[in-house]
Nanobody, 112 residues
Framework: QVRLVESGGGLVHPGGSLRLSCAAS????????MRWYRQAPGLERELVAY????????TYADSVKGRFTISRDNAKNMVFLQMNNLKPEDTGVYLC?????WGQGTQVTVSS
């Protein structure tokens, strides 16, 4: 049974930082690429970051380049998203994804 469980969200001020985690189980994590998406009410989900199965390749949305870093630990079946210099526009539900499966998401709110 595939399971993706996000954690680490919260309320932060502009300029603050958060580190999100996604714990994965039920599939061969070490051979699976991972993605982080985010969604705000009334907007489409957008791809935030991608990481290859080994962690050797990463891709980011233009809006987060230089501020966010995706990483993974295959020994722990976890993927992370380090978010620095957060802006109000980063507010939304953040979800990790593999084909046909979404996590429940973790809420990130950036507000003064």
């Amino acid at each position: 049974q595939v399971r993706l469980v996000e954690s680490g969200g919260g309320l932060v001020h502009p300029g603050g930082s958060l580190r999100l985690s996604c714990a994965a189980s039920g599939f061969t994590f070490s051979t699976t690429s991972m993605r982080w998406y985010r969604q705000a009410p009334g907007l489409e989900r957008e791809l935030v970051a991608y990481i290859s199965s080994t962690g050797g390749s990463t891709t980011y949305a233009d809006s987060v380049k230089g501020r966010f870093t995706i990483s993974r630990d295959n020994a722990k079946n976890m993927v992370f998203l380090q978010m620095n210099n957060l802006k109000p526009e980063d507010t939304g539900v953040y979800l990790c994804w593999i084909p046909n499966y979404w996590g429940q998401g973790t809420q990130v709110t950036v507000s003064s």
